[in-house]
């Protein structure tokens, strides 16, 4: 399966600068998720690279590589990217509400492809659950992912939230 489209009509997404390329999947809240105003119900956003990789769970190209079948998948997206193809699939960032934690679940590959192709910002989700972060955290894999305002959801405060939430509401992608 691509990771990689053609296209580059540019829906824009209101608060999140970078509009994402066409051609990139667009992830759909099936709820409040999405930015207030995003007339695409999105809940993916273009993050700088730099910003994305502070939560990286492996490093591709480091201890964390496949050997060469690493080197070769980035090299082909890298390539590719070049030629004019974008990220097709957006990287998922995996976050947990009680630990206020995230760390890079998928898209590590993709991650170091765009940086080696020059690019600046990659397209990212943004899933919450109940996975386990305090190891992870505990561990240093991930970094503070913080809700800036979990009650627009739950105003009486009993835990509710999306399942999938844009970027935009969180502190640390503003």
Do not use: C
Not at 32 to 54: C, N, R, W, Y
Not at 103 to 126: C, D, F, I, S
Not at 144 to 166: C, I, S, V
Request: without cysteine.
């Amino acid at each position: 399966m691509s990771v990689l489209g053609r296209q580059w009509e540019q829906p824009t997404i209101p608060g999140m600068g970078l509009p994402v390329p066409g051609g990139t999947h667009l992830k759909k809240s099936g709820g409040l998720g999405h930015m207030p105003g995003d007339v695409h119900k999105s809940i993916t956003a273009m993050l700088p690279i730099e910003q994305v990789k502070k939560y990286r769970e492996v490093d591709r190209e480091g201890k964390d590589s496949y050997g060469d079948i690493s080197k070769k998948n980035i090299s082909n997206i890298a390539n590719d990217i070049k030629q004019g193809g974008v990220i097709k699939e957006p990287l998922i960032l995996e976050h947990n509400t009680k630990t206020q934690w995230g760390y890079l679940g998928e898209g590590h590959h993709r991650l170091a492809a765009a940086e080696k192709a020059g690019l600046t910002h990659v397209p990212v989700t943004v899933y919450s659950g109940s996975s386990d972060m305090a190891s992870r955290k505990s561990s240093g894999i991930g970094a503070p992912l913080t809700l800036m305002n979990p009650k627009q959801w739950d105003p009486n405060d009993r835990g509710y939230q999306p399942k999938e939430l844009h970027p935009g509401h969180f502190k640390e992608m503003q």
